[in-house]
């Protein structure tokens, strides 16, 4: 009897056992400005255009930095100067069975483009700042994370957000701005043609065009009071109050907005 032997080519060029890294290929350094480096697990490193990055990478960029990382073909997320991200879960590959992706605005700007297609399916995304939990959909969304006090524009698309750590959801349309702050209700002022060009101009929410700024305007002339010569008040649907004083950031809960 005559025995018939198969042989796997894969097996024989070893094929089979190159390491398969989280994130690979999904989440990548695109332009780099200045300073930016990644803390993986205590390990320090500069970052450089093409390095791949990693589920529990924490993004640092310093001061005179920016950096754009390039979303797996679908878009991409831009950090502002000063400001730390943390990858808190990426999927291993984008044909993975669970694409959920989260990231930690610890402090500073943020901005997200994404251009995931409806026949793509579902990717669920959602970014962390502050006490608030966000989940995008498909569009263009601005982030800015202090102590105290948090923003998130939205340009286009839709957000949902858990605000300072509760349970009521609020469903946030473009064009509009909003800021959270502990034990006051969220604030919202109206979009502008020429917020979204200043503010990713200078990597920063409070662009001077911003209806940001035009809320620390009209809280500024409150203090002050009526008649010193200070600029009305903008008008937007919440009353502007004076920021609290800023208290130690509490760390967010890490318990996603439900699909």
């Known amino acids: 009897m005559k025995r018939l032997w198969v042989v796997v080519p ?24 200045g300073s930016a480096s990644v803390n993986r697990l205590g390990s320090v490193e500069q970052v450089s255009p093409g390095d791949l990055l990693n589920e529990r990478d924490v993004v640092q960029v310093g001061d005179d930095g920016q950096l754009e990382l390039e979303f797996a073909g679908h878009g991409f997320v831009e950090i502002g100067p000063g400001a730390e ?19 930690n605005l610890t402090h500073g700007y943020l901005r ?3 251009k995931l297609p409806d026949v793509a399916g579902s ?5 962390y700042f502050g006490d608030q939990h966000a989940r995008l959909e498909p569009g263009e969304y601005f982030f800015d994370s202090r102590a105290g006090v948090a923003r998130a524009c939205v340009a286009a698309g839709r957000m949902s957000v858990l605000a300072n750590a509760g349970t009521e959801v ?7 701005c909003y800021r959270f702050a502990a034990g006051l209700p969220a604030q919202e002022a109206e979009h502008d043609a020429s917020t979204w060009i200043s503010v990713r101009r200078n990597f920063d929410i409070d662009a001077p065009t911003s209806p940001e700024a035009l809320l620390a ?24 109050a004076a920021e609290p004083n800023p208290a130690p ?8 907005l439900a699909p």
């Open 85 to 103: 991200v943390g990858i808190e879960k990426l999927p291993f590959a984008s044909y993975s069975d669970d694409l959920k992706t989260i990231f």
């Open 170 to 176: 609020q469903k946030l349309r473009p064009p509009v």
């Open 123 to 127: 990717w669920p995304l959602f970014v």
């Open 112 to 114: 997200v483009v994404w």
């Open 217 to 240: 305007v009209g809280d500024a002339g409150a203090v002050a009071g009526e008649g010193d010569g200070a600029p009305p008040a903008p008008k937007h649907k919440a009353t502007a």
């Open 10 to 33: 894969a097996l024989l060029c070893g094929c089979l056992a190159a390491p398969v890294y989280a994130g690979d290929g999904v989440l990548s350094v695109g332009r780099v400005s």
């Open 249 to 256: 950031p509490r760390a967010p809960p890490h318990t996603p």
